[in-house]
Protein backbone atom coordinates (compact mmCIF):
# COMPACT_ATOMS: atom_id res chain seq x y z
CA UNK A 1 0.00 0.00 0.00
CA UNK A 2 2.83 2.07 0.74
CA UNK A 3 4.05 1.66 -2.34
CA UNK A 4 0.94 2.49 -4.49
CA UNK A 5 0.19 5.97 -2.19
CA UNK A 6 3.64 6.69 -3.14
CA UNK A 7 3.13 6.92 -6.69
CA UNK A 8 -0.43 7.97 -6.45
CA UNK A 9 1.59 11.69 -5.08
CA UNK A 10 3.82 11.40 -7.90
CA UNK A 11 0.80 11.10 -10.22
CA UNK A 12 0.09 14.55 -9.08
CA UNK A 13 3.08 16.37 -9.00
CA UNK A 14 3.83 15.00 -12.75
CA UNK A 15 0.04 16.15 -13.69
CA UNK A 16 0.82 19.50 -11.94
CA UNK A 17 4.35 19.53 -13.71
CA UNK A 18 2.06 18.85 -17.06
CA UNK A 19 0.30 22.12 -16.40
CA UNK A 20 1.41 25.01 -18.92
CA UNK A 21 1.13 27.73 -16.15
CA UNK A 22 3.19 25.47 -13.65
CA UNK A 23 6.25 26.51 -13.49
CA UNK A 24 8.31 24.91 -10.45
CA UNK A 25 9.68 21.40 -10.60
CA UNK A 26 9.58 18.80 -7.38
CA UNK A 27 11.81 15.80 -6.90
CA UNK A 28 10.70 12.56 -5.39
CA UNK A 29 9.17 13.25 -2.43
CA UNK A 30 9.48 11.46 0.97
CA UNK A 31 6.96 9.33 2.37
CA UNK A 32 6.30 8.70 6.35
CA UNK A 33 3.61 6.74 8.66
CA UNK A 34 3.01 7.45 12.01
CA UNK A 35 0.06 5.78 14.08
CA UNK A 36 -2.42 8.06 15.35
CA UNK A 37 -2.36 6.48 18.87
CA UNK A 38 1.70 8.02 19.12
CA UNK A 39 1.76 9.18 21.99
CA UNK A 40 3.96 11.99 20.94
CA UNK A 41 1.34 13.90 19.66
CA UNK A 42 0.01 14.67 23.02
CA UNK A 43 3.41 15.96 24.44
CA UNK A 44 2.73 18.54 21.24
CA UNK A 45 0.63 20.40 23.70
CA UNK A 46 3.30 20.91 25.80
CA UNK A 47 6.34 21.91 23.29
CA UNK A 48 4.19 23.27 20.25
CA UNK A 49 1.26 24.76 20.86
CA UNK A 50 -1.72 24.19 24.21
CA UNK A 51 -4.31 24.18 21.76
CA UNK A 52 -2.32 21.69 18.99
CA UNK A 53 -4.78 18.98 17.57
CA UNK A 54 -4.81 15.37 17.57
CA UNK A 55 -5.60 13.27 14.37
CA UNK A 56 -8.57 11.95 16.30
CA UNK A 57 -9.55 16.00 16.44
CA UNK A 58 -9.09 15.69 12.07
CA UNK A 59 -10.29 11.91 11.37
CA UNK A 60 -12.44 10.21 14.59
CA UNK A 61 -11.83 6.70 13.24
CA UNK A 62 -8.23 7.68 12.52
CA UNK A 63 -5.48 4.87 12.35
CA UNK A 64 -2.71 6.40 10.27
CA UNK A 65 -1.37 9.79 9.75
CA UNK A 66 0.12 10.31 6.17
CA UNK A 67 3.01 12.78 6.35
CA UNK A 68 4.93 13.68 2.67
CA UNK A 69 7.64 15.67 2.01
CA UNK A 70 8.30 17.91 -1.16
CA UNK A 71 11.44 18.51 -2.15
CA UNK A 72 12.30 21.36 -4.54
CA UNK A 73 14.14 21.29 -7.36
CA UNK A 74 17.56 22.05 -6.72
CA UNK A 75 17.07 25.39 -9.30
CA UNK A 76 14.68 26.98 -6.74
CA UNK A 77 17.02 26.91 -3.56
CA UNK A 78 19.75 27.88 -5.94
CA UNK A 79 18.04 31.50 -6.99
CA UNK A 80 16.97 31.89 -3.93
CA UNK A 81 20.76 32.23 -2.23
CA UNK A 82 21.84 35.58 -3.47
CA UNK A 83 20.78 39.02 -1.80
CA UNK A 84 18.40 40.05 1.12
CA UNK A 85 14.98 39.59 -1.03
CA UNK A 86 13.57 36.37 -1.77
CA UNK A 87 13.51 34.98 -5.60
CA UNK A 88 10.84 35.39 -7.51
CA UNK A 89 11.49 31.76 -7.96
CA UNK A 90 11.10 30.83 -4.76
CA UNK A 91 7.85 33.15 -4.33
CA UNK A 92 6.20 31.09 -7.07
CA UNK A 93 7.44 27.50 -5.50
CA UNK A 94 5.63 28.89 -2.69
CA UNK A 95 2.24 29.93 -3.71
CA UNK A 96 2.57 26.53 -6.42
CA UNK A 97 3.67 23.94 -4.02
CA UNK A 98 0.33 25.02 -1.16
CA UNK A 99 -1.31 24.50 -4.19
CA UNK A 100 0.02 20.96 -4.93
CA UNK A 101 -0.27 20.46 -1.52
CA UNK A 102 -4.11 20.88 -1.56
CA UNK A 103 -4.45 18.73 -4.96
CA UNK A 104 -2.63 15.64 -3.08
CA UNK A 105 -4.58 15.90 -0.28
CA UNK A 106 -7.69 15.73 -2.19
CA UNK A 107 -6.70 13.21 -4.46
CA UNK A 108 -5.18 10.94 -1.64
CA UNK A 109 -8.95 11.17 -0.19
CA UNK A 110 -10.83 10.17 -2.79
CA UNK A 111 -8.11 7.59 -3.52
CA UNK A 112 -8.61 6.05 0.11
CA UNK A 113 -12.50 6.59 0.16
CA UNK A 114 -12.53 4.92 -3.12
CA UNK A 115 -11.02 1.82 -1.47
CA UNK A 116 -13.13 2.17 1.60
CA UNK A 117 -10.93 4.21 3.87
CA UNK A 118 -11.87 7.22 5.62
CA UNK A 119 -9.45 10.06 4.93
CA UNK A 120 -9.55 13.75 6.04
CA UNK A 121 -7.19 16.58 6.18
CA UNK A 122 -6.79 19.83 8.19
CA UNK A 123 -9.51 22.74 6.63
CA UNK A 124 -7.37 24.82 4.99
CA UNK A 125 -8.80 27.68 6.89
CA UNK A 126 -7.30 25.88 10.30
CA UNK A 127 -3.29 26.05 9.20
CA UNK A 128 -2.20 29.16 10.69
CA UNK A 129 -2.95 31.66 13.18
CA UNK A 130 -1.96 35.21 11.93
CA UNK A 131 -1.71 36.68 15.43
CA UNK A 132 0.04 34.25 16.94
CA UNK A 133 1.97 32.63 14.29
CA UNK A 134 0.88 29.54 14.81
CA UNK A 135 -0.98 26.19 13.95
CA UNK A 136 -2.82 24.09 15.86
CA UNK A 137 -2.21 21.13 13.42
CA UNK A 138 2.08 21.52 12.68
CA UNK A 139 3.36 20.08 10.05
CA UNK A 140 6.80 19.75 10.98
CA UNK A 141 5.63 17.86 14.02
CA UNK A 142 3.52 15.89 12.39
CA UNK A 143 6.54 14.65 9.94
CA UNK A 144 8.63 14.26 12.88
CA UNK A 145 6.57 11.87 14.43
CA UNK A 146 6.33 9.86 11.15
CA UNK A 147 9.87 9.64 10.74
CA UNK A 148 10.52 11.94 8.10
CA UNK A 149 13.23 13.63 9.95
CA UNK A 150 14.61 15.78 12.92
CA UNK A 151 14.97 19.36 13.65
CA UNK A 152 17.93 22.07 12.58
CA UNK A 153 18.35 24.95 14.76
CA UNK A 154 16.94 26.79 11.92
CA UNK A 155 13.69 25.37 13.01
CA UNK A 156 13.18 23.53 9.68
CA UNK A 157 12.40 19.75 9.78
CA UNK A 158 15.75 18.17 8.10
CA UNK A 159 14.84 15.29 6.04
CA UNK A 160 17.07 12.67 3.61
CA UNK A 161 16.64 15.06 1.01
CA UNK A 162 17.40 18.34 3.27
CA UNK A 163 15.18 21.06 4.55
CA UNK A 164 14.18 22.50 0.44
CA UNK A 165 10.32 22.13 0.28
CA UNK A 166 6.72 21.79 1.96
CA UNK A 167 5.63 19.07 4.24
CA UNK A 168 1.79 18.19 3.54
CA UNK A 169 -0.59 15.14 5.40
CA UNK A 170 -3.55 13.46 5.96
CA UNK A 171 -5.00 10.98 8.48
CA UNK A 172 -6.63 7.92 7.47
CA UNK A 173 -8.65 4.82 8.73
CA UNK A 174 -6.43 2.59 6.91
CA UNK A 175 -3.38 0.82 9.03
CA UNK A 176 0.00 1.07 7.80
CA UNK A 177 2.78 0.25 9.91
CA UNK A 178 4.20 3.10 11.28
CA UNK A 179 7.95 4.48 9.92
CA UNK A 180 10.33 4.23 12.50
CA UNK A 181 12.13 7.13 13.79
CA UNK A 182 16.29 7.29 13.41
CA UNK A 183 17.63 7.69 17.26
CA UNK A 184 20.22 10.47 15.52
CA UNK A 185 20.40 13.87 14.71
CA UNK A 186 20.05 15.21 11.24
CA UNK A 187 21.31 18.81 12.05
CA UNK A 188 25.31 19.08 12.35
CA UNK A 189 25.14 21.66 15.57
CA UNK A 190 22.67 19.36 17.23
CA UNK A 191 25.09 16.27 16.71
CA UNK A 192 28.19 17.96 17.82
CA UNK A 193 29.75 19.91 14.76
CA UNK A 194 30.39 23.39 14.08
CA UNK A 195 28.13 24.89 12.35
CA UNK A 196 25.16 27.87 12.59
CA UNK A 197 25.42 28.50 8.98
CA UNK A 198 21.57 29.07 9.35
CA UNK A 199 21.73 31.29 11.65
CA UNK A 200 24.57 33.38 9.81
CA UNK A 201 22.21 33.38 6.54
CA UNK A 202 19.16 34.80 8.17
CA UNK A 203 18.40 38.41 6.76
CA UNK A 204 16.39 39.75 8.91
CA UNK A 205 18.26 39.02 12.93
CA UNK A 206 15.18 36.72 13.46
CA UNK A 207 16.75 33.50 14.11
CA UNK A 208 19.73 33.96 16.74
CA UNK A 209 21.42 30.63 18.29
CA UNK A 210 19.34 31.49 22.05
CA UNK A 211 15.94 31.60 20.21
CA UNK A 212 13.41 32.46 16.99
CA UNK A 213 11.80 35.82 16.61
CA UNK A 214 8.63 34.74 14.62
CA UNK A 215 7.03 38.65 14.34
CA UNK A 216 10.85 40.19 13.13
CA UNK A 217 10.85 36.69 10.55
CA UNK A 218 7.22 37.62 9.66
CA UNK A 219 7.97 41.06 9.22
CA UNK A 220 10.71 39.69 5.89
CA UNK A 221 7.78 37.57 4.93
CA UNK A 222 5.74 40.39 4.27
CA UNK A 223 8.06 42.96 3.14
CA UNK A 224 8.89 39.82 0.47
CA UNK A 225 5.12 39.24 -0.05
CA UNK A 226 4.88 43.01 -0.96
CA UNK A 227 7.66 42.86 -3.30
CA UNK A 228 6.62 39.62 -5.36
CA UNK A 229 2.42 40.57 -4.98
CA UNK A 230 2.14 39.57 -9.13
CA UNK A 231 2.54 35.96 -7.92
CA UNK A 232 -0.15 35.72 -5.32
CA UNK A 233 -0.29 35.52 -1.61
CA UNK A 234 3.89 34.47 -1.35
CA UNK A 235 4.60 35.81 2.19
CA UNK A 236 8.47 34.27 2.12
CA UNK A 237 11.88 34.13 2.61
CA UNK A 238 14.10 31.51 3.09
CA UNK A 239 17.40 32.76 3.40
CA UNK A 240 18.26 30.22 6.15
CA UNK A 241 17.58 27.24 4.33
CA UNK A 242 19.56 27.75 0.78
CA UNK A 243 23.08 27.39 0.51
CA UNK A 244 23.50 25.22 3.83
CA UNK A 245 24.55 21.78 4.40
CA UNK A 246 21.42 20.55 5.28
CA UNK A 247 19.64 22.18 2.31
CA UNK A 248 19.46 19.24 0.22
CA UNK A 249 20.55 15.90 2.29
CA UNK A 250 20.82 15.11 5.54
CA UNK A 251 24.76 16.10 6.54
CA UNK A 252 25.29 14.17 9.65
CA UNK A 253 25.50 10.57 7.83
CA UNK A 254 27.87 11.98 5.27
CA UNK A 255 29.99 14.10 7.82
CA UNK A 256 29.92 10.62 10.35
CA UNK A 257 30.82 8.58 7.01
CA UNK A 258 34.20 10.83 6.68
CA UNK A 259 35.59 10.51 9.89
C1 LIG B 1 3.38 29.66 11.72
C2 LIG B 1 4.37 29.30 10.64
C3 LIG B 1 5.40 30.18 10.40
C4 LIG B 1 5.66 31.40 11.29
C5 LIG B 1 6.43 30.92 12.53
C6 LIG B 1 7.60 29.98 12.20
C7 LIG B 1 7.93 28.93 13.24
N1 LIG B 1 9.20 28.63 13.36
O1 LIG B 1 7.08 28.36 13.89
C8 LIG B 1 6.44 32.31 10.31
C9 LIG B 1 5.40 33.10 9.55
C10 LIG B 1 7.46 33.26 10.93
C11 LIG B 1 7.05 31.25 9.39
C12 LIG B 1 8.24 31.39 8.69
C13 LIG B 1 8.76 30.43 7.85
N2 LIG B 1 8.17 29.30 7.44
CO1 LIG B 1 6.58 28.63 8.22
N3 LIG B 1 5.00 27.81 8.92
C14 LIG B 1 4.25 28.11 9.90
C15 LIG B 1 3.15 27.04 10.06
C16 LIG B 1 1.83 27.57 9.50
C17 LIG B 1 2.96 26.59 11.52
C18 LIG B 1 4.26 26.40 12.33
C19 LIG B 1 3.95 26.24 13.82
O2 LIG B 1 2.87 25.97 14.25
N4 LIG B 1 4.88 26.40 14.67
C20 LIG B 1 4.56 26.10 16.08
C21 LIG B 1 5.65 26.56 16.91
C22 LIG B 1 5.21 26.64 18.33
O3 LIG B 1 6.66 25.58 16.71
P1 LIG B 1 8.17 25.88 17.07
O4 LIG B 1 8.32 26.48 18.36
O5 LIG B 1 8.83 26.57 15.95
O6 LIG B 1 8.68 24.34 17.11
C23 LIG B 1 9.79 23.95 17.81
C24 LIG B 1 9.49 23.28 19.13
O7 LIG B 1 8.35 22.48 19.07
C25 LIG B 1 10.75 22.44 19.26
N5 LIG B 1 10.69 21.34 20.16
C26 LIG B 1 11.16 21.53 21.40
N6 LIG B 1 11.07 20.39 22.04
C27 LIG B 1 10.52 19.46 21.24
C28 LIG B 1 10.22 18.12 21.49
C29 LIG B 1 9.61 17.34 20.51
C30 LIG B 1 9.26 15.91 20.77
C31 LIG B 1 9.31 17.95 19.26
C32 LIG B 1 8.62 17.15 18.21
C33 LIG B 1 9.65 19.31 19.01
C34 LIG B 1 10.26 20.05 20.03
O8 LIG B 1 11.12 22.06 17.91
C35 LIG B 1 10.48 22.89 16.98
C36 LIG B 1 11.43 23.45 15.92
O9 LIG B 1 12.39 24.29 16.48
C37 LIG B 1 3.73 25.86 9.22
C38 LIG B 1 2.64 25.03 8.48
C39 LIG B 1 1.97 24.09 9.47
N7 LIG B 1 0.67 24.08 9.56
O10 LIG B 1 2.66 23.37 10.16
C40 LIG B 1 4.73 26.55 8.27
C41 LIG B 1 6.07 25.87 8.03
C42 LIG B 1 6.68 25.51 9.36
N8 LIG B 1 6.91 26.95 7.42
C43 LIG B 1 7.72 26.54 6.56
C44 LIG B 1 8.65 27.40 5.93
C45 LIG B 1 9.43 26.80 4.77
C46 LIG B 1 8.85 28.74 6.38
C47 LIG B 1 9.85 29.78 5.87
C48 LIG B 1 11.15 29.31 5.27
C49 LIG B 1 9.14 30.80 4.90
C50 LIG B 1 9.25 30.48 3.42
N9 LIG B 1 8.42 29.53 2.96
O11 LIG B 1 10.02 31.06 2.70
C51 LIG B 1 10.10 30.58 7.20
C52 LIG B 1 11.20 29.94 8.07
C53 LIG B 1 11.36 30.55 9.43
C54 LIG B 1 12.12 29.70 10.41
N10 LIG B 1 13.44 29.61 10.26
O12 LIG B 1 11.53 29.16 11.35
C55 LIG B 1 7.58 25.04 6.29
C56 LIG B 1 8.76 24.23 6.87
C57 LIG B 1 9.26 23.10 5.98
C58 LIG B 1 10.35 22.30 6.66
N11 LIG B 1 11.29 21.74 5.89
O13 LIG B 1 10.36 22.13 7.86
C59 LIG B 1 6.18 24.71 6.96
C60 LIG B 1 6.08 23.35 7.63
C61 LIG B 1 5.11 24.86 5.86
C62 LIG B 1 4.96 23.62 4.97
N12 LIG B 1 3.74 23.22 4.66
O14 LIG B 1 5.91 22.99 4.56
N13 LIG B 1 6.32 30.11 9.40
S1 LIG C 1 22.97 25.00 8.63
FE1 LIG C 1 24.05 23.69 10.07
S2 LIG C 1 23.30 24.30 12.09
FE2 LIG C 1 21.86 25.14 10.59
S3 LIG C 1 20.23 23.60 10.47
FE3 LIG C 1 21.72 23.13 8.83
S4 LIG C 1 23.15 21.65 9.73
FE4 LIG C 1 21.99 22.60 11.41
S1 LIG D 1 12.98 33.08 6.87
FE1 LIG D 1 14.33 34.88 6.57
S2 LIG D 1 13.89 36.29 8.27
FE2 LIG D 1 12.96 34.27 8.77
S3 LIG D 1 14.53 33.27 10.01
FE3 LIG D 1 14.90 32.62 7.90
S4 LIG D 1 16.35 34.11 7.04
FE4 LIG D 1 15.57 34.97 8.94
Aim: net charge neutral; aromatic share 8%.
Amino acid sequence: MEKLILDEIKKVIADYEARSETRSRWKEPLLGFASCEDETFELLKKVANPLHLSPYDINKEGKTVIAYFLPFDEEIPESNIEGRIASYNWAVAYVETNILIQLINDHLIKYLQDKGYKTKKLPIEQNMDYEKLTSVWSNRHVAYIAGLGKFGINNMLITSKGCCGRLGNVVTSLYIEPTKRSDTENCLNKAGYNCIRCIDRCVNGALKIDGFDRYKCFDMLTENGNIHKDVGNAEVCGKCLVDLPCSFKNPVIKKSNSI
